[in-house]
């Protein structure tokens, strides 16, 4: 082998080196990313856990969790005077003056009518469109058409994800993006249904 055939051939080898040391180090940097949204997303979810232990400890074991999720925390439509929100309690026993006594917010809730759940929503907005959907485009949609509800980009994709879990919407990767479509009932479902 001539020196410069061998020149030639340790030139493509160092740049086929240099590339692949580049994409490596880009890899890299996408991992981390991706494992800090995991870790967050982590903390996120055993936050949610130990709220829903706590609440599990204090609340009736009688009422199903999907009845708790339906119970929207409202807010009154209308301003409250200090009379209807505080109504007087007995006298205090060291002062001999009134104290308010405070409505709760499990009381406003029953009040108020309940909202959809948020996975109900999503496949409600995924069954308008016939082409699959990114996150960002329901959620964009969401705040559009429910002013009332703003969830976060983080809580649609895991409802998302949960909708995958059931089996009632399908994941489509196309590229670098992730996009969501209702899954096709197959014909021996709508008997069932």
Known sequence: MSSRSTATLRSRYVAQAASD??????????LAAELTLLKQEEALLSDILTLAERHDATSDPSRLPEQAQREPVATPARPVD????????PLHASTGKTRPVKK?????????????????????LLSAHKEPRLARELRDELLEK??????????????????VAKGRIRRQKQQRSVMYCLVEPSPGDAGTA
């Not at 040391?21 to 996408?30: F, P, V, Y």
């Not at 917010?105 to 999503?122: C, E």
Request: glycine residues 2%; proline residues 9%.
């Open 82 to 89: 200090a009379a209807e929100a505080a109504p007087a309690s």
């Open 104 to 124: 709760t917010r499990a009381s406003i809730a029953k009040a108020a009518s309940p909202q959809p759940l948020l996975g109900d929503v999503l496949l409600e």
């Open 21 to 30: 040391l580049e994409e490596n180090h880009r890899r890299q940097q996408e």
């Open 146 to 163: 429910h002013r009332d509800r703003t969830p976060t980009p983080q809580v649609v994709r895991n409802t998302l994800e949960s909708l």
